[in-house]
């Protein structure tokens, strides 16, 4: 079963053209879509631009303590 990300890219890319895909041909494109170089990259680069702050200021952190933004 699929949740978050993965149900996300599903619905977005994969929806439309289960049909002629097998299983199988589903799992390896949702896998390469997560473990492919691209999303490694893409992570990558999530990661290096995220700063504490970046976090504390989100919305949803505006009230909590330094601490708890971690």
């Not at 599903?10 to 929806?15: A, D, H, I, R, V």
């Not at 799992?27 to 390469?32: D, P, V």
């Not at 999303?39 to 290096?48: E, F, M, P």
Request: glycine share 6%.
């Amino acid at each position: 079963m699929l949740r978050g990300l993965a149900l996300d890219h599903y619905y977005t890319n994969l929806k439309n053209v289960t049909l002629t895909l097998l299983f199988n041909q589903i799992y390896n494109a949702i896998c390469n879509y997560f473990e492919g170089p691209k999303y490694r990259c893409s992570i990558l680069g999530w990661w290096n631009a995220t700063t504490l702050k970046s976090i504390i200021g989100k919305s949803e952190n505006a009230r909590k303590l330094t601490l708890d933004c971690l």
